[in-house]
């Protein structure tokens, strides 16, 4: 999974254990910032931050799921549900 946003690598720690202890590494866009968000076009640039989305991609690099949160936090059912389609696939 890869989140693109500006959260910690501490607070992505506390959303895989929230998440029911998700083992995929997440990425936080710092340095330089917002460079993978723009390349994903979730780059808030009014901001200086990106947009809260979450992109989960598959071993060979391809974008498999992604949506963008106005406010709300992603519903791990959803999430979870996601990367089980990429255990099977």
Known sequence: MLSCNVDSVFAHQAFAEKMGGINYPMLADFHPKGAVASQYGVMWE?????????????????????????GALPESSELLGELDKLKTN
């Open 46 to 70: 009014e901001r200086g931050i990106s947009r809260r989305a979450i992109f989960i991609v598959d071993k060979n690099g391809v974008v498999r799921f992604s949506k963008v949160y106005e």
